[in-house]
T-cell receptor, first 112, second 114 residues
Framework: GQQLNQSPQSMFIQEGEDVSMNCTSSSIFNTWLWYKQDPGEGPVLLIALYKAGELTSNGRLTAQFGITRKDSFLNISASIPSDVGIYFCAGQSPFGNEKLTFGTGTRLTIIP | DGGITQSPKYLFRKEGQNVTLSCEQNLNHDAMYWYRQDPGQGLRLIYYSQIVNDFQKGDIAEGYSVSREKKESFPLTVTSAQKNPTAFYLC?????????????FGDGTRLSIL
């Protein structure tokens, strides 16, 4: 099955820094979703994007649905220790069923 | 509280043994999904079901089986035919329709081989 190209694979930042990650695909998507996963737990939905060009915020998080419908990015401003975890993007195909295609994840580590 | 409950949290399997992972949701969602997650990798779809008594294979269905006898339940059986079952298994659910219904996840079951 297809997987999205998500980058970077990992990030090491200091508390207070801004973070940016993105996903690209060779296929178009109807919906882009961003999830965060803590160790030993299931992914939690952060932001859902439904229209090309859409820019949506959730607190310190901002995500955009690319105009071409083949990419999306997630920004985190002023990072805090609880931002540590793995971030996944996921795209939903416009062709029928509700199946998602997931990116390989970005592991965020905050250096004290 | 509404949500998705997976059990058990940890499961151990002996060689040649079938094991069943439970997934229950009280969100009144039509669709349910099973994913497998290996270290450092994304989620891969095993099976999904959009309606009771119907389900479809995902990308890595070999060695797994499911049933959907009730809307709220979607158990996954890892059979002895699955030669590399050690992984973190995640169940998800969503509404169906319009291609804009996000999936919500349970907290996972970690399966290990004895």
């Amino acid at each position: 099955g297809q997987q999205l190209n998500q980058s970077p694979q990992s990030m090491f930042i200091q508390e207070g820094e801004d973070v940016s990650m993105n996903c690209t695909s060779s296929s178009i998507f109807n919906t882009w979703l961003w999830y965060k996963q803590d160790p030993g737990e299931g992914p939690v939905l952060l932001i859902a994007l439904y229209k090309a060009g859409e820019l949506t915020s959730n607190g310190r998080l901002t995500a955009q649905f690319g105009i071409t419908r083949k990419d999306s990015f997630l920004n985190i401003s002023a990072s805090i220790p609880s931002d540590v975890g793995i971030y996944f993007c996921a795209g939903q195909s416009p062709f029928g069923n509700e199946k998602l295609t997931f990116g390989t994840g970005t592991r965020l580590t905050i250096i004290p | 509280d509404g949500g998705i409950t997976q059990s058990p949290k940890y499961l151990f399997r002996k060689e040649g043994q079938n094991v069943t992972l439970s997934c229950e949701q009280n969100l009144n969602h039509d669709a349910m999904y099973w994913y497998r997650q290996d270290p450092g990798q994304g989620l891969r779809l095993i099976y999904y079901s959009q309606i009771v008594n119907d389900f479809q294979k995902g990308d890595i269905a070999e060695g797994y089986s499911v049933s959907r006898e009730k809307k709220e339940s979607f158990p996954l059986t890892v059979t002895s035919a699955q030669k590399n079952p050690t992984a973190f298994y995640l169940c998800a659910s969503s509404m169906v329709g319009g291609g804009n219904q996000p999936q919500h996840f349970g907290d996972g079951t970690r399966l290990s081989i004895l």
